[in-house]
């Protein structure tokens, strides 16, 4: 066997053990800092939730999507130039996220932290996916313009695990996108909670596209790494 087949097929089996294991047991899977200029680029876009899925852009002015609430602070901004919503909101992937709302912490006084709750009395059953776009830093120590993201993720039993991000930020506060990234979560025995948070950086900060649903089915997010290691198998069969 060549070592090309040997490396595919070891490539596999880790791709099946990771997937296998992260279902059967139910360890929630992060998906951390994924660029992100609309919901075509969400992980999961893919998806085919067979309970419920909701999408939160903002772009009626409000929190409103079912049973999600958030006590942390912050509220919802409209176009101006430093608003800084997921570019294709505003109907037009131009590098701008300016002509469509977003969650402001509400600087100055503002959070350094916001937290995100579900109610599964409202769902019917908490999610096992949520995801997050952090879209803009302004006001920030050391340097305006960057921080770090940490995403965090809460079941029933308490933390699920905890994503902490390498330096973002575009230096602007102003609307560019290219700084925009997806944080997301899934397990399969249901997220309650999530946070999303600057502490130690800013609180001049935004996010948007919050997104959660529920499915039994895992596809693609948790099967997907299989998935890819199955199809490089099966390449490298059929050239050998
Ligand atoms: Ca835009
Ligand atoms: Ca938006
Ligand atoms: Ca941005």
Redesign the pocket.
């Known amino acids: 066997m060549d070592s090309a087949r040997r490396f595919s097929i070891r490539l596999a089996m880790a791709s099946l053990l990771t997937a296998g294991a992260s279902f059967s047991t139910g360890a929630a899977t992060f998906v951390d800092a994924q660029p992100y200029l609309s919901f075509a680029d969400s992980a999961f876009a893919g998806v085919a939730f067979d309970d419920y899925f909701h999408l939160e852009d903002f772009e009626d002015g409000l929190l409103n999507t079912p049973g999600v609430s958030s006590a942390s602070g912050g509220f919802v901004i409209g176009p101006s130039a430093q608003t800084?919503s997921v570019d294709g909101d505003d109907g037009a992937i131009d590098g701008s996220?300016a002509g469509g709302h977003s969650f402001f912490s509400g600087f100055p006084g503002g959070t350094d932290t916001f937290t995100f709750d579900f109610d599964a009395g409202v769902l019917g059953r908490l999610p096992t996916h949520v995801g997050i776009v952090w879209?803009?830093v302004g006001e920030a120590t050391p340097t305006p313009g960057f921080g770090s993201v940490t995403f965090t993720a809460f079941g029933a039993g308490g933390a699920l695990g905890t994503v902490v991000s390498g330096t973002f930020g575009?230096g602007s506060t102003f609307?560019?996108?290219a700084?925009?990234y997806f944080f997301g979560v899934i397990d399969p025995l249901g997220i309650s909670r999530i946070t999303i948070s600057m502490a130690g950086f800013s609180s001049d900060w935004e996010v948007d596209h919050l997104q959660y649903g529920a499915t039994t089915v895992p596809l693609p997010a948790m099967f997907g790494p299989c998935l890819a290691g199955c199809a490089l198998l099966g390449l490298r069969r059929r050239r050998a």
């Open positions: 800084d996220g879209t803009d575009d609307g560019a996108t700084e925009d």
